[in-house]
């Protein structure tokens, strides 16, 4: 069973930064496309970014792009998102996804897409 833990997560003013981590265990990551997803109070799960397990092609959010940035690192089982130029809008719980199966990255945009789920890592943007 493949279980990931984010953390970094926090409170940071606007224009700041922060960089959450997802860690894995149970399962190398390294053949797995792992997204990044958020979800606000009252609001859907939404998509963040998402990058693929071995050439490493990233798809963002269009209002996320240019502002944060997914990596992983197969040698640690861990996969990041930089978070720059944050906003007040960007406050909300985000979650770690992994998908085992191969797929074109379109597919990462949905949460459906993904078996296995991290509990979460809060991060509040004040104005």
């Known amino acids: 069973q493949v279980q990931l833990v984010e953390s970094g997560g926090g409170l940071v003013q606007a224009g700041g930064s922060l960089k959450l981590s997802c860690a894995a265990s149970?399962?190398?990551?390294?053949?797995?496309?792992m997204g990044w997803f958020r979800q606000a109070p009252g609001k859907e799960r939404e998509f963040v970014a998402g990058?693929?397990?071995?050439?490493?092609?990233?798809l963002y959010a269009d209002s996320v792009n240019n502002r944060f940035t997914v990596s992983r690192d197969n040698a640690k089982n861990t996969v990041y998102l930089q978070m720059n130029s944050l906003k007040p809008e960007d406050t909300a719980a985000y979650y770690c996804?992994?998908?085992?199966?191969?797929?074109?990255?379109?597919?990462?945009?949905?949460?459906?897409?993904?078996?296995?789920w991290g509990q979460g890592t809060q991060v509040t943007v004040s104005s």
């Open positions: 990058i693929t397990p071995r050439v490493g092609r990233t």
């Open positions: 996804a992994a998908r085992t199966a191969q797929s074109i990255l379109a597919v990462l945009t949905t949460p459906g897409s993904y078996d296995y």
């Open positions: 149970g399962r190398t990551l390294s053949d797995s496309s």
